[in-house]
């Protein structure tokens, strides 16, 4: 596709559920990040993919998140017994190659957990 | 302390206007400075990207970086009401940035 795509873009679901967001980033390029935005809040790096070396997973708050990438191509993350404090947004990003500077952001998935 | 410190405003401006946003960093391994806008319920896109001391220009966008103060500033020249946004600065060393939480500008007609 001609850009980062997430989906779902909106999800709100139940305290206590699984959710799984999903980012399909631009072909070819080889890393690819996780953040998490909260209201009036910067970003915060979550994890990092790079081609089919280890994950980043430095940046995960919990064991209830854990992300999956298959080669250079769709990254699910996964949130399991969610909580309200995990009411965010959550984006996605890719880059052609580490350190070029240029990450390309999907919209973002809007998280509300009630 | 935040590796990336950023006044996260909001900062109201007429049509016209000079506008400054600034960050400030407290590990000079930083190398690479960005800054990102983000519209409304979309993503952050790239408008600056520079990664040595001085002035980078683009158009209305002036990246500025003194790496001696830790400090980067961004300026608009000219503002206008489509430049209404979250600006936000980034940082990156080897592969991870760092992002400050964004000033909000909002460009009056």
């Known amino acids: 596709g001609a850009g980062v795509s997430q989906s779902p873009s909106n999800k709100v679901t139940e305290k206590g559920k699984d959710v799984e967001l999903r980012c399909d980033p631009i072909?070819?390029?080889?890393?690819l990040y996780w953040y998490r935005q909260r209201l009036g809040q910067g970003l915060e790096f979550l994890i990092y993919?790079?081609?089919?070396?280890?994950?980043?997973k430095s940046g995960l708050p919990s064991d209830r998140f854990s992300a999956e990438r298959t080669g250079e191509s769709v990254s699910t993350l996964t949130i399991q017994r969610t909580q309200q404090e995990d009411s965010a947004v959550y984006l996605c990003?890719?880059?052609?190659?580490?350190?070029?500077?240029?990450?390309?952001f999907g919209e973002g998935s809007r998280l509300t957990v009630l | 302390q935040k590796e990336v410190e950023q006044d996260p405003g909001p900062l109201s401006v007429p049509e016209g206007a000079i506008v400054s946003l600034n960050c400030t960093y407290s590990?000079?391994?930083?190398?690479?400075f960005m800054w990102y806008r983000q519209y409304s319920r979309k993503g952050p896109e790239l408008l600056m990207y520079?990664?040595?001391?001085g002035n980078k220009e683009d158009g209305r966008f002036t990246a500025q970086v003194d790496k001696s103060s830790k400090y980067i500033s961004l300026f608009i020249r000219d503002s206008q009401p489509s430049d209404s946004a979250t600006y936000l600065c980034?940082?990156?060393?080897?592969?991870?940035?760092?992002f400050g939480t964004g000033t909000r500008l909002k460009v009056l007609a």
């Open positions: 072909s070819g390029h080889t890393a």
């Open positions: 590990n000079s391994a930083f190398q690479y």
């Open positions: 990003a890719s880059e052609e190659a580490s350190n070029t500077g240029e990450l390309f």
């Open positions: 980034a940082i990156a060393g080897t592969y991870k940035y760092i």
């Open positions: 993919f790079q081609g089919n070396s280890a994950p980043d």
């Open positions: 520079t990664y040595s001391s």
